[in-house]
Nanobody, 127 residues
């Protein structure tokens, strides 16, 4: 069983930066692939970024490519989403997610592929 807790959200002006963290419990978390998604009211959860269990493979939504960076610290059992050059359209609740892998260098881009979710952290970008 894995529990995920996000932090780092808040209010920032357009052009600013935030770093979200996703702290995980569980001894085998180093073998889990991770992802970040976001959601606004009335819309489906949207893929943002994903990283493989080893950290060697990453994937990004086109809307955030070049601005956001996903990473993980396996020793600290924490994942990160560095968000730069934020835009008002980045405003959403951001969720981290995890799924057990540990062999193939897979990144997962759909919510259905993940087994564990955090509670979400709100990010507001003002214009």
């Amino acid at each position: 069983q894995v529990q995920l807790v996000e932090s780092g959200g808040g209010l920032v002006q357009a052009g600013g930066s935030l770093r979200l963290s996703c702290a995980a419990s569980g001894r085998t978390f180093s073998s889990y692939a991770m992802g970040w998604f976001r959601q606004t009211p009335g819309k489906e959860r949207e893929f943002v970024a994903a990283v493989s269990w080893s950290g060697r493979s990453t994937s990004y939504a086109d809307s955030v490519k070049g601005r956001f960076t996903i990473s993980r610290d396996r020793a600290k059992k924490t994942g990160y989403l560095q968000m730069n050059s934020l835009k008002p359209e980045d405003t959403a609740v951001y969720y981290c997610a995890a799924v057990r892998e540990g062999y193939y260098e897979l990144v997962h881009r759909t919510p259905a592929e993940y087994d564990y979710w955090g509670q979400g952290t709100q990010v507001n970008v003002s214009s």
